[in-house]
Each structure stands twice: as structure tokens, then as C-alpha cells.
């Protein structure tokens, strides 16, 4: 019976994608809420009915009260049935409509609502471009994919856990009370005007303060995680108490934001307990005034007792419902920010796959400056051949990432076109582009998962003999399967912690190396690949670099020039420009910036004039 609930949604359903998520709340909920629709339906339904039941309990205990005056025999005799039939309505009926609405609610809107939710968000997040992700705390925009889904969930419970049910409840009273006596309904109607008074008054407030408090926790997550995430820096540099104190800003705005939340329920409670006071003083008093007087029977006096009392009961749950579900949708527009940004960096509407037969690399007046108007590339023109083997080499802030970055269409370009084999990158789809591009890193973050899923990533159809000669190819095998993580798993099924974090950096190295190998692409990247690596691995290793650039186009960035002296041409890049182009004899002979370099290497490394970070 629960599966069959379970599954009136499937939370995966196809959707169109859309790059410009709808940035208003109320569309942005109905556009994830349209799986839902027949659900929803059902849920209000259901929830009118149960009001309905509990509103016709109390009008059927009036007419018990009403009966009961007579002789038992008669009574019995009159009413036998109707008691009996009520009996069995209260066993299970009444029952079985409870439990339609809350298998509704329960099993078949608040898992999947939530699920459904998170999982297109993830979906849109992860289509966002590198520069995007740049601009946030990883934390933060975590949080808001964690907590977005289960407030919208709430919402929508609270819709029709308490909404729609109070609504229909307090609908049906006035129509038991008008049943009774028209005049009884004249006190309930002015609580009801000062009930709504006073929920504006929540309301109004209750949406910013939520959002304000919500804002104020993803911060104190982002920068938490951000400590965590860096914590060898923050140990290396002893800053402890420095963490603390950024931690402790953050945490103590949360607290003064949620302080400020709280101060609204308390006005709440306390107006409400007085307006619930002059409910019960004016129904109750006004039935007891009209049966003195002989104008409402006793079961109208216990009918409208039970109501108001009831009526009191489920007016602090109905407020706290209504606050809630504000106090969640302020959760959910604060997970907007993140969650409905568009999309900046897409593929063209009519982008079809990059055709790479040769692997030439052009680009023709590309600027980008990260929108600064300075860094970056300046007017930069630049023809590799097919297969060719071009080192770069630059001060930091010279240009070099950033042409990297530009040819991965990591970023758009701000002037200037880049193509492969006559195809303008944005002209082509990202994933093709980038699966013709084999890259790695100086900074060799791995994911949190096994050796074995981390490796396979470079292709995921490898065997494994493939993934494993690799592995060998990069000098990553033997240390590899002496690796045991905590939970026990060895060798390739070993667990690398976060970012690789469990294997030392020429560790990582190697295996990001060995990815590449194994993604074995056309076009090859080198950020300073061996940068981590010992003397004695890297020598291994370099013989082994040269042959998996054999007939690929290849660019690599070095500070250690001697890993570079063999390219064919050597790049010279200058405050975004390119300043040399040629060999390593020509440039040497020319006596100009790489010269220069190579002069004042000490140990193989370039020592630059360091200027800002690219």
C-alpha cells in the first residue's frame, strides 16, 4: 500500500530545461509543482472532507446531547440505528479518510516534492559555468540545495496539513453555528476579523525575518566548510582563533536574525491567547444567554462549546501552520538566489558536436579580462598546428590560465574567436568540446570517492587492464594497492578523502596523470603537471609524458623550463599579450623575457617577478 503511494510521482521525470529558471517565488514553485497537479488536487479534496468529518462529529454530539433527554427505551427505539450508524462512521469512516489524506500527504507529495526538487536544482547548478562557482562559497550554495527542498516540502504540506483544512474548517462552523442560531455566528465573525488582523501582521514579518535568519545560517555554513575545506592552511598558519572570530561574526548575526524571528511568535502567542479568550467568553456566553432564554437547545449549547474550544485548540496550530509555511517560502526565496540564477555560459541553440580530425588551435584577437577591464588576454593571435607541442611560459598574472580557461570555454571570450579544426568553440557543445581535451592540473584535486571511480573518470567505458596500464604508465600502481582507507577497502577501492586529501600530492599527481592517459584526447593540457613530483618520479615520468603527446596538439605551462626546452615552439606571454614565439635555441639567442628566464633559474625553476594572481 505504501509503494503504491510512493510512486504516484516520479521525482525524475523528463522536463524541459530551461536555462532562465522563473525568479519569482510563486512561479518558480509552480513550474517544479506541475508533476504534482492531480496529486494536489486530491490532497485539497481530501483535506476538505476530513474538516467536513470533524465538523459533522461535533454537530452529531449536539444532537446526542439533544436526544438524551428522553427515556432511554424510547430513545433507543427512535435512534437505535442512527446511533449505530454513527458508531460505525466514527470507527471507520472517519478513519479511512485520516488515512487517505495523510498517505497523501505523508507518502505520495513529501518525499517525492522534496526529492524533485533537489534533484532538478543539482541538475541546474552543475550546468553552471567554472566561473560561477568561482564567485560563491562551495558551502553556501551546498546549504541552499539541502535546504531549499525540504522548505518547499513543508510549504506545501502546511497547504493542505493546515491551510486548506482551517479554511474549511472555520467555513463549516459558522455553517454548524448558523445551523443552531443565526446570532451565534456574530462572535465568531469578529474573532475571525481580528485572527486575520493579526495573522497579516505575522505575515508581513514573518517572510523577511525567515529569509534574513536563512541567509544569515548559509552564510555561517559557507564559512565553516570553507574552514574545514582549507584546515591544512589554517593549522600551517596557526590561525585557530582567527577562524574562530570569522566563524563567530556570522554565527552571532544568526543569532541575532533568528532572535528577531522569535520576537514575532512571541507577540503571536500572546495576542492569540486574548482573541481566543473573547471567543470562548462570546460563543460559549452568547449559547448559554440564548438557552436561559429558551432560544437554543442544550446539544446547540454542547455543540457550540466543542466548537469554540476546538476552535481554540487549532488556532495556535493554525497560526504556527501559516507562519511555518511563510517562514519556509522565505527559506525557499533565499535558495532562489542560487537555485533560479540563470544560466550565463550555454551551448548555442544550434550547437552540434566539435568534428576534431586534425586538432589545429587559432585564436584571433581574443581579449578577456574577467570583466575588470584589465588581466586576462589582450588582443592575443595565436595558430598551433595539428600535433603540434607549444610550451607557455609567463609571469603570474601574464595570461596563461586564462588562455587555458578561454580554450576549455570555461569562460566566454570578451573579444577575439577561438577555434579547433575551423569551429568556433561557442559554436559547438561544451561536453564535446571538453571531451576532446585532455587536461591536467598543477592543483590535482581529486573527488571524494575510490582510486578505481577517480581514474575512470578520465573514460568510464575503460577495462580495467586499461584503467591499470594507466596507472603503471603514470608510476601510480605499486603505491596504489599499498593504500587501505578507514572502512577497510584497499588498493583501487580505497577512498581518497576530500580533494585527494589522504594522498600526498605527488600521490594525487600520478593519478590524475594516469586519468588523462587513460582519457587518452587529441588535445592535451599541461598546467604543470609535474609540478608535485619528486625528481626521480618526474624523470620516470617525463619519457612517459613525451610519448602520450605523440599526435596530439598540446599546450603546457611551466615554470620549470628544462620540462618545457623540448616543445616544438615556446609561447612568451606578458601582462596578456604575447611578447616571444619560437624555440628554445631561437628565443635563448634572441637574448629578450625568456632568456632572461632561463638565466635565472635556480634548481629548473623559473623565478619570476611575481605580479598579481591570474
Do not use: C
Amino acid at each position: 500500500m505504501f509503494r503504491r503511494f510512493e510512486t504516484l510521482v516520479d521525482p525524475y521525470v523528463d522536463y524541459p530545461e530551461t536555462d532562465r529558471p522563473p525568479r519569482r517565488l510563486w512561479p518558480f514553485m509552480l513550474d517544479y509543482a506541475r508533476p504534482f497537479k492531480a496529486v494536489f488536487i486530491v490532497a485539497g479534496v481530501l483535506s476538505v472532507i476530513v474538516a467536513a468529518v470533524e465538523l459533522g462529529l461535533i454537530w452529531a454530539m449536539g444532537w446526542v446531547v439533544d436526544i438524551l433527554s428522553g427515556d432511554p427505551a424510547q430513545v433507543w427505539a427512535d435512534h437505535g440505528l442512527a446511533l449505530i450508524a454513527l458508531g460505525v462512521f466514527v470507527v471507520v469512516i472517519r478513519p479511512a479518510f485520516q488515512a487517505l489524506d495523510v498517505l497523501v500527504l505523508n507518502n505520495a507529495i513529501m518525499p517525492n516534492f522534496g526529492t524533485l526538487i533537489r534533484w532538478r536544482a543539482h541538475r541546474h547548478v552543475l550546468r553552471q559555468s567554472v566561473g560561477w562557482f568561482e564567485n560563491d562559497f562551495a558551502g553556501r550554495i551546498a546549504n541552499r540545495i539541502m535546504q531549499t527542498p525540504p522548505a518547499a516540502g513543508e510549504a506545501v504540506f502546511q497547504v493542505f496539513d493546515a491551510i486548506t483544512y482551517s479554511l474549511a474548517y472555520v467555513l463549516g462552523a459558522l455553517i454548524v453555528l448558523g445551523g443552531a442560531d443565526p446570532r451565534l455566528m456574530a462572535p465568531l465573525i469578529a474573532w475571525l476579523i481580528g485572527y486575520a488582523v493579526l495573522m497579516v501582521w505575522v505575515i508581513k514579518r514573518v517572510g523577511p525575518a525567515s529569509k534574513a535568519a536563512s541567509d544569515a545560517r548559509s552564510e555561517v555554513t559557507g564559512r565553516v566548510v570553507d574552514a574545514y575545506t582549507n584546515i591544512h592552511s589554517v593549522k600551517m598558519f596557526a590561525h585557530h582563533d582567527r577562524e574562530l572570530d570569522y566563524a563567530k561574526e556570522a554565527i552571532e548575526k544568526t543569532r541575532r536574525t533568528f532572535g528577531a524571528e522569535m520576537r514575532i511568535y512571541t507577540i503571536m502567542d500572546v495576542a492569540l491567547t486574548v482573541l481566543n479568550g473573547l471567543l470562548i467568553v462570546g460563543v460559549v456566553g452568547w449559547a448559554i444567554a440564548l438557552w436561559m432564554q429558551g432560544a437554543a437547545s442544550t446539544g446547540a449549547v454542547a455543540a457550540a462549546s466543542a466548537l469554540t474550544l476546538r476552535l481554540n485548540a487549532m488556532t495556535g496550530w493554525i497560526m504556527w501552520a501559516l507562519t511555518t509555511f511563510f517562514r519556509q517560502l522565505g527559506v525557499v526565496a533565499e535558495g532562489m538566489e542560487t537555485i533560479a540564477q540563470p544560466l550565463t555560459l550555454v551551448d548555442a541553440p544550434d550547437a552540434r558536436p566539435l568534428k576534431l580530425d586534425r586538432g589545429e588551435i587559432r585564436l584571433e584577437g581574443v581579449s578577456h579580462h574577467y570583466g575588470r577591464g584589465a588581466g586576462g588576454l589582450d588582443r592575443v593571435d595565436l595558430t598551433i598546428a595539428p600535433g603540434e607541442k607549444v610550451g607557455l611560459v609567463g609571469r603570474s598574472g601574464a595570461g596563461k590560465s586564462t588562455l587555458v580557461k578561454l580554450l576549455l570555454r570555461f569562460y566566454d571570450t570578451e573579444r577575439g574567436v577561438i577555434t579547433i579544426d575551423g569551429q568556433d568553440i561557442s559554436k559547438v557543445t561544451q561536453d564535446s568540446l571538453r571531451g576532446a581535451i585532455g587536461m591536467v592540473q598543477q592543483d590535482s584535486a581529486l573527488l571524494h570517492r575510490s582510486v578505481r571511480e577517480n581514474l575512470l573518470y578520465g573514460r568510464p567505458d575503460a577495462t580495467e587492464a586499461e584503467m591499470i596500464e594507466a596507472a603503471k604508465r603514470a608510476q601510480a600502481h605499486d603505491f596504489i594497492l599499498d593504500l587501505v582507507d578507514p572502512k577497510g577497502n584497499r588498493g583501487y577501492d580505497a577512498q581518497v578523502g576530500e580533494r585527494g586529501i589522504k594522498l600526498s600530492g605527488g600521490q594525487r599527481q600520478r593519478v590524475t596523470l594516469a586519468r588523462a592517459m587513460l582519457k587518452d584526447a587529441p588535445i592535451l593540457l599541461l598546467d604543470e603537471a609535474t609540478s608535485a613530483l619528486d625528481s626521480e618520479v618526474e624523470a620516470v615520468i617525463q619519457d612517459t609524458l613525451y610519448g602520450m603527446m605523440e599526435g596530439k596538439t598540446v599546450i603546457a605551462i611551466a615554470h620549470r623550463l628544462s620540462t618545457i626546452a623540448a616543445m616544438d615552439r615556446i609561447i612568451v606571454l606578458d601582462d596578456g599579450r604575447i611578447v616571444e614565439d619560437g624555440t628554445h635555441d631561437a628565443l635563448l639567442a634572441e637574448g629578450g623575457l625568456y632568456a632572461r628566464f632561463w638565466a635565472r633559474q635556480s634548481g629548473g625553476f623559473l623565478d619570476p617577478d611575481t605580479q598579481a594572481a591570474e
